[in-house]
């Protein structure tokens, strides 16, 4: 068993890992933000230790990490992921203060290992599937921060000998997935045998089920001999167009109605070309993607089947 600090665990990813950790039997301590949203943990509740705290009071900070002395910290709070999010001093405070304050109060206690969680869009629009070496050309303010709390923790990490590790997610999706997003908005409409406003077709991203993203987080903290510092892409490897994403709806539900393309307005960071490089990830800790697009998104489906109350 490990102390366990999980940041974000009332997000999409984070309240996935800690079922998986609790189901691995570790100790888990959550910090989430005052007046956090509890939907996504109130059946776990009970199970965990819960600790408010801002994360921009380092003081305050300090002294709950000093009273866990956590083996294992998984940081996935962040500011500006969705769309909605728009508010850069926001995105500044949590992504980068509040990773830097957060790093630094581990580094008073030690700890065995220490993840990170970056972003595939520090890399900015690519043509090619970019390696962890790429140069980084971040598409968005959200990006921009991701891809500065990626590189303090690398340093920190490199100049220390330290197992603090970053991964950079692509687009994942599953269980406890936010309802205002594209998987769940296409099931939403699909049990009622519609398809919703979309995007351009050929608008594409690397889709990886949550299952597969946990298996990497929990491999990075397990694994013996990693780089300092190293950094991760988490990904199928394989591109989905949004058109291809319809099809697999419209086979799963049935629909044989065509879809209404660009009814709804393209974001800033939306491509034609977007996919995982994950050969590090592979080679050094045996990490594969265990779902198809299809098989992923089914298992989504009947999740959110038996639990409809998360659709809305």
């Not at 993840?115 to 520090?122: D, I, R």
């Amino acid at each position: 068993m490990k102390r366990v600090i999980v940041t974000g665990s009332t997000g999409f990813i984070g309240s996935n890992l800690t079922r998986r950790l609790l189901i691995d039997g570790h100790q888990i301590h959550l910090l989430v933000r005052p007046g956090y949203s509890p939907w996504r943990i109130r059946a776990i509740r009970k199970e965990v230790h819960l600790h408010q705290v801002d994360f921009q009071d380092a003081n305050a900070l300090k002294g709950i990490v000093r009273r866990i002395r956590p083996d294992w910290i998984f940081h996935l709070a962040a500011s500006g992921a969705y769309s909605w999010q728009t508010d850069l001093a926001s995105m500044v405070q949590t992504n980068i203060v509040g990773t830097i304050n957060l790093v630094e109060a581990c580094l008073q206690t030690g700890f065995e290992t220490f993840v990170n969680t970056g972003s595939s869009s520090e890399y900015g629009f690519k043509t090619i599937a970019p390696s962890e070496r790429e140069w980084l050309e971040p598409n968005s303010y959200y990006a921009v921060t991701k891809a500065s709390a990626s590189l303090y923790c690398r340093y920190i990490a490199q100049s220390r000998n330290l197992r603090l590790n970053t991964l950079r997610i692509y687009s994942a999706y599953g269980p406890y997935e936010e309802p205002k997003r594209l998987m769940p908005t296409l099931i939403q409409y699909g049990l009622k045998g519609k398809l919703p406003p979309l995007v351009n077709p050929d608008t594409a991203r690397d889709y990886i089920y949550v299952e597969d993203v946990i298996n990497a987080y929990l491999l990075v903290a397990s694994g013996k001999e990693l780089e300092a510092g190293a950094i991760y892409n988490v990904g199928s490897g394989v591109q989905t167009t949004l058109r291809e994403v319809v099809q697999v709806a419209q086979k799963v539900f049935n629909i044989s109605k065509e879809p209404s393309w660009g009814k709804m307005q393209q974001r800033i960071w939306d491509t034609n070309t977007w996919m995982a490089n994950s050969q590090k990830l592979q080679n050094e800790l045996d990490w594969h993607a265990g779902y198809t697009f299809e098989q992923g998104f089914r298992k989504t489906v009947e999740w959110f089947v038996a639990n409809p109350q998360f659709l809305t």
